[in-house]
Each structure stands twice: as C-alpha cells, then as structure tokens.
C-alpha cells in the first residue's frame, strides 16, 4: 500500500470516529475517568508490589543464612550460659569484652545493611520493569488499555484514532516521567487541553478515548 493510501485509510478512519453522533470533545476520556483509571491500576499495581516484595525478603533472607557462620563467630558470646558459672576467675573469662561486643555489633549492622540494600536495588529495579510491561504491553494489545481504563470503558490511541504498537506504549509511559518532573503539572493537562492529553499523551501522539469509538 502506498504512502498516499494509507495516509487516506487513516483519515477515513478518523472522519468516521468524528462523525458519531456525540461531538468530538465527547470521544475523550475526561480527567475523572482517567483518575479512576489510575486509582485502578496503581491498587493493582500496590498489590502486585507487595507480593513481589515479601518473594525477595524471603529470597534474600534464605541467601544471608550462609552468613550466620559470620555472626555465630564474631557473636559468640551471646550464646554462653552465664547464669551457672563455676567460679569468679571462670565467670570473668566468659564475660564479654569490649571489643568483641564492638566486633559482634559491626558484623549485625553490617548484614542488615547489605540486605537493606541490595532488598532496595532489587525492589527499585524490578517495580520499574513491572510497572512499565504493565502499561506496554496491555496497552498495545488487542485491549488497547490498562485493566483500570479497561474496566471504564476507555482505551489508548494514537492521534488517527489506530491501535498504539508496544514501541509508542513505552514510550508513553516513560514520557509519564516529564508529567511528574513538573511538579505533576503534566498530569492535570487533560483539564484544558483540546483532545484531553495529559503532556505524556502529547509526547506520544496519543489520546484515551472512550471504548464505543471503534478503531483499527
């Protein structure tokens, strides 16, 4: 098919999306349904993130046990029975000494924060691929939405009204970074701009439109 054509096909198909009965601002998803949306997804999201996160707590807490060795040496004292000593110059020679209190404690403080640590990197890491493949991939798929705008009845477009490819859904949902990074200003775009685009909508060429438009 050639440039030409297809350019036509695409006009025909938003010609006919104009020409609903219902006027054109009515095609678009307002701000409250987007919200609701959201509400949707992020309740999905939180849960998803939740069981994730106990999953590496478990993962991780089984894969420091091989560092109990570790705290068993330097800590070895707090396993001793003191309560039944055989006499003063033996109780005196079971007393913990400074150092090796100081010793016990920096080994403890030490796992918890490489555990801590590596528990956040993971996290971090793991929320973002989620939370994007998410979006991208329901998105561009024959939903052509989230479950949230699916279960209201919206939908994810490009601007001639035609389904959006896995490549534009990525990429709309990273452009939801520059919404956020001005003061989440990007977000309350869809109050006042013409098709109801938030500002990664406009970096994308999309829209969200109600699911009685059908597209191609």
Not at 200 to 205: E, T
């Amino acid at each position: 098919m050639s440039i030409s054509a297809t350019l036509n096909h695409q006009n025909q198909d938003k010609n006919s999306a104009l020409n609903n009965s219902q006027p054109e601002s009515d095609l678009y998803a307002n701000f409250l349904l987007r919200s609701l949306a959201w509400l949707i997804d992020f309740s999905i999201l939180t849960l998803a993130k939740v069981i994730l996160s106990i999953f590496i707590g478990l993962v991780l807490i089984f894969m420091s046990l091989s560092s109990v060795s570790e705290v068993n040496e330097n800590c070895s004292f707090l396993l001793m029975n003191y309560s039944d000593p055989t006499g003063p110059i033996l109780r005196e020679q079971m007393l913990p000494k400074e150092d090796d209190s100081e010793k016990c404690l920096q080994t403890i403080v030490n796992l918890i924060t490489q555990i801590g640590s590596l528990f956040v990197v993971l996290t971090t890491v793991l929320f973002t691929i989620v939370q994007w493949l998410y979006y991208a991939i329901s998105e561009s798929s024959n939903w052509q939405a989230s479950p949230g705008k699916l279960i209201l009845g919206l939908k994810v477009v490009d601007t001639n009204f035609q389904k959006i490819s896995f490549a534009r859904a990525s990429g709309r949902h990273f452009a939801k970074l520059l919404s956020l990074l001005c003061l989440g200003f990007g977000y309350l775009m869809p109050l006042f701009t013409e098709r109801k685009q938030a500002l990664h909508d406009l970096v994308a060429n999309c829209v969200i439109v109600k699911n009685n438009l059908k597209t191609s």
